[in-house]
């Protein structure tokens, strides 16, 4: 079993990233297999939509957020061996040319250790700030998969589509992974559960201990994949996953070691990735880093 944990980027830990090479070092020597960021542009004062998609708030916690390339860089080149994930990247509001720079950048300094993971995100304010159209944005993510399958295995390289254009450019920095970083994809709509099936190296679905941990649904949206993949002539197995699990405030870390263990062994998931929102600094991440990774070793 792989355990990975979220690296200092996010609310009251983002006032401390000037940490970020210390926490991942200090992460890896304990055994971490992977170190995570995921992404908020900002947070709209009066949103029109809430966190996740669901009613009209925001928590506070996502209103404070490292820029998320720049904190797996400074990962990057502080260690030697865990994987860099983003769980995940509002792929569709970045321009293709600098996401893929900005990638590829990271997969170079790490020496081919980066997970790209992307979402289309749930916030329309988010994408009125990139002056792009929320309504629009799976048929962007798919051009943009498009784009960026392009920058990262052609020079001179090129793309036109109804939502992006990339004019002929060259194009020789290429990440290590070859022929291209792989791309996971997180989401449990049907559109982008189909998008896994017929496009995605790997899924990233996520849970919530104690409040939320549905196997069930969990492999329910597997199969749907599965079966979107078959249809596409890809081969399901191909198709890795890798879980978030969200921690409550409050939740012992035996809960969360239980319920790792109990999804594990009904989904045949084996890579997690531990966050915990409301930890006040950067010592107390480590200590959930060390505890955590004890738990897991004692089985």
């Known amino acids: 079993m792989e355990i990975g944990f979220a690296l200092p980027y996010l609310h009251n830990m983002a ?5 970020t090479a210390e926490f991942a070092r200090e992460a890896e020597k ?3 297999a992977s170190l995570w960021v995921g992404d908020r542009n900002f947070a709209a004062v009066n949103p029109k939509v809430g966190a996740g998609g669901i009613g009209n708030t925001i928590p506070v916690e996502y209103r404070t957020a490292a820029d998320p ?3 797996l860089g400074v990962a990057a080149a502080a260690t030697e061996r865990v994987r860099l994930g983003a769980h995940v990247l509002i792929a569709p509001v970045y321009p293709p040319a600098q996401l893929a720079r900005s990638l590829t950048t990271i997969d170079l300094i790490s020496n081919g250790r980066l997970i790209p ?3 289309v995100g749930w916030s329309p304010e988010e994408y009125e700030g990139a002056n792009l159209d929320f309504g629009k944005r799976g048929a962007r993510m798919n051009e ?4 960026l399958d392009v920058l990262w295995t052609q020079n001179p390289a090129e793309y036109h589509g109804e939502h992006i254009e990339l004019p002929l450019q060259y194009a020789p920095l290429k990440p290590v992974q070859k022929p291209r970083p792989p791309i996971y994809i997180g989401g449990a709509a049907e559109a982008a559960l189909k998008r896994i099936g017929e496009r995605a190296d790997g899924w990233l679905p996520m849970c919530l201990v104690p409040a939320w941990v549905d196997t069930d649904q969990m492999l329910a949206q597997r199969a749907t994949i599965d079966e979107f993949a078959t249809k596409a002539g890809r081969g399901p197995a191909d198709i890795d996953t890798i879980i978030r699990v969200n921690v409550v405030e409050g939740t012992p870390l035996t809960q969360v070691a239980d319920a790792i263990k109990s999804v594990g062994e009904r989904t045949g998931i084996d890579h997690f990735m531990v966050e915990s929102m409301s930890l ?3 010592d ?3 200590e959930l880093v060390t505890e955590m990774m004890a738990l897991v070793r004692r089985g």
Not at 15 to 19: D, L, P, S
């Open 15 to 19: 006032h401390e990233v000037a940490r």
């Open 30 to 32: 304990a055994g971490a």
């Open 69 to 71: 390339f720049v904190t």
């Open 117 to 119: 993971g992307f979402g």
């Open 144 to 147: 943009l998969l498009d784009a």
């Open 280 to 282: 006040p600094n950067v």
């Open 284 to 286: 107390a991440s480590l």
